[in-house]
């Protein structure tokens, strides 16, 4: 939903091979609804699950050999 | 903070001399185009990088005794242009043509180039072996690109159409601290300059950049003046940004091991999240941008990436041979403050 002042909504962009990408209005809160603080308006989350700050990527994937593409997977065995 | 101003350097050879003479008197005058230019090793030659690196730095920066106008004076651009030529063809040397395979996709072949970095393990030696004098010779080398961070990449910006000048500029309003001028990343290098006891002032360390250290800065600013190599900057951006995250990490973590805090780390520790948001953009909405509203400039993408990892591994080499040898990699030895 865009925010009332206007700001666009939030994205969610998975990139080849590397994090999600957050632009837009948004928050990024912990379980208990704590807001994180966030150091710029675009921000990288990690999609390996190998990044030493997630949250956040740190370029691990890289270091690992991950790979995923941006749109959906295909269905395994399809 | 005032404008920018350096001291003209002292000259390494003949053609150094010869501009910075004429760069002391009136401009337009007095500065005869060189003969052809032949040096063994223009890559590292002292003198033509010195005197390239003058020739572009009046773009960037004032240069005490010297007439700003002389930044478009016609005889400066053509004995600069004499000091390009032999500087571009030992880049073009160490490059490969591209594949046209690798042209159907420019962020995936950027992905590549940097998984296969040719340059040798210089971060992780400085994390885990670097002396305090190694570490500070280290950032005295990087400071000649640092302290103008962002700085040549802008340039591309009226060159783009609008996708590749979006993700430019979301980019950039990042490395230029998002709106506030400490966080600025040029910024939090000088800061961590002054931790470590180094003089962050623009230029200061000119005279102690040997040839090569000047070659990675004279690389992006050919680059960034010539529109024609709008293709190969944005490679040099996209290259640059996915080959930061973890070396950034790296020599955080090198000056932790010495016992420096954040004041000192907080550049590197900023670089290694920033980056891995930047080398997303950079690679795949500004180059993969680019290539694919203008086809023509693709190669020189991949050019411009593939460059830069040539030109930061010769400069990475010649740190740790000196270091080998147990020589300082300046061109003079840092001398400890009252040690």
């Given at each position: 939903m865009p925010a009332d002042d206007g700001s666009p909504p939030a994205t969610i962009t998975p990139y080849p091979d590397g994090p999600y990408l957050?632009?837009?209005?948004?928050?990024?809160?912990?379980?208990?609804?704590?807001?994180?603080?966030?150091?710029?308006?675009?921000?990288?989350?990690?999609?390996?699950?190998?990044?030493?700050?997630?949250?956040?990527?740190?370029?691990?994937?890289?270091?690992?050999?991950?790979?995923?593409?941006?749109g959906p997977e295909p269905w395994p065995g399809a | 903070m005032a404008g920018r101003l350096i001291e003209l350097p002292a000259p390494r050879g003949p053609l150094s001399e010869q501009l910075f003479e004429a760069l002391a008197g009136p401009p337009h005058t007095r500065l005869a185009c060189p003969g052809l230019i032949e040096p063994s090793d223009a890559l590292a030659d002292e003198d033509l990088q010195l005197a390239l690196y003058v020739a572009y730095e009046l773009h960037y920066s004032s240069i005490r005794g010297v007439d700003e106008s002389w930044e478009w004076s016609p005889s400066l651009l053509s004995f600069r242009g004499a000091l390009e030529r032999p500087f571009?063809?030992?880049?073009?040397?160490?490059?490969?043509?591209?594949?046209?395979?690798?042209?159907?996709?420019?962020?995936?072949?950027?992905?590549?180039?940097?998984?296969?970095?040719?340059?040798?393990?210089?971060?992780?030696?400085?994390?885990?072996?670097?002396?305090?004098e190694r570490v500070l010779e280290q950032v005295v080398h990087r400071s000649a690109y640092q302290l103008k961070e962002a700085d040549p990449h802008s340039w591309a910006i009226p060159r783009l159409s609008p996708r590749p000048k979006t993700a430019l500029l979301e980019v950039q309003f990042d490395e230029y601290g998002g709106g506030s001028g400490e966080r600025m990343h040029s910024a939090l290098f000088a800061k961590t300059m002054a931790g470590l006891g180094l003089d962050p002032t623009y230029g200061r360390y000119l005279d102690r950049w040997p040839g090569i250290t000047l070659a990675t800065v004279n690389l992006v600013t050919n680059f960034?003046?010539?529109?024609?190599?709008?293709?190969?900057?944005?490679?040099?951006?996209?290259?640059?940004e996915m080959t930061s995250s973890i070396p950034n990490?790296?020599?955080?973590?090198?000056?932790?091991?010495?016992?420096?805090?954040?004041?000192?780390?907080?550049?590197?520790?900023?670089?290694?999240?920033?980056?891995?948001?930047?080398?997303?953009?950079?690679?795949?909405?500004?180059?993969?941008?680019?290539?694919?509203?203008?086809?023509?400039?693709?190669?020189?993408?991949?050019?411009?990436?593939?460059?830069?990892l040539q030109v930061e591994a010769r400069w990475a080499r010649h740190l740790m041979d000196s270091w080998e040898r147990g020589e300082t990699s300046l061109r003079t030895p840092l001398v400890p403050a009252a040690a």
């Open positions: 957050v632009r837009g209005d948004f928050a990024l809160t912990d379980q208990q609804g704590n807001e994180l603080p966030l150091e710029r308006r675009t921000i990288a989350l990690c999609r390996c699950g190998k990044s030493r700050m997630r949250p956040f990527c740190d370029g691990t994937h890289k270091l690992i050999g991950f790979k995923a593409p941006s | 571009e063809e030992a880049v073009a040397e160490l490059v490969p043509p591209a594949e046209a395979a690798e042209l159907e996709s420019v962020g995936a072949a950027l992905q590549e180039i940097v998984a296969r970095d040719p340059g040798p393990p210089l971060s992780r030696y400085v994390e885990t072996q670097g002396t305090r960034g003046l010539h529109r024609r190599r709008r293709g190969a900057l944005v490679g040099h951006l996209a290259g640059f990490r790296r020599y955080g973590n090198a000056l932790r091991r010495l016992g420096y805090g954040e004041e000192v780390t907080h550049f590197y520790d900023e670089h290694v999240e920033a980056d891995a948001v930047h080398e997303n953009i950079a690679a795949w909405d500004l180059a993969g941008g680019l290539a694919a509203e203008e086809p023509e400039v693709a190669a020189d993408i991949l050019f411009g990436a593939r460059a830069l």
